[in-house]
């Protein structure tokens, strides 16, 4: 009786390493498309060239925007309906 359950241990230790190598393969795999996805995404991006003007231009709509949002948030919530 004990061969048995020495056999079974043994078969069921075997299968859960199988299927720990199993899960990691499919992972590897899945984060390797996901890191060539990136790669091509990233590889069709262009690079803009900025000038310091560009940036200010930038770093004013920014700020327009966050005052504008800050009056509209000032205004109070609306009443019920």
């Known amino acids: 009786m004990s061969l048995w359950c020495a056999y079974g241990v043994t078969a069921q230790e075997s299968a859960e ?27 069709t991006l262009a690079a803009v060239p ?9 770093e004013e709509i920014v700020a327009s925007a966050v005052e ?8 109070g919530k609306p009443g019920p309906l």
């Open 17 to 43: 390493k199988v299927a720990k190598k199993v899960v990691a393969s499919v992972d590897l795999q899945l984060k390797q498309g996901t890191l060539d996805r990136l790669k091509t995404d990233r590889a």
């Open 50 to 58: 900025t000038t310091p003007e560009m940036v200010t231009e930038a």
């Open 68 to 75: 504008q949002a800050t009056a509209e948030c000032s205004r």
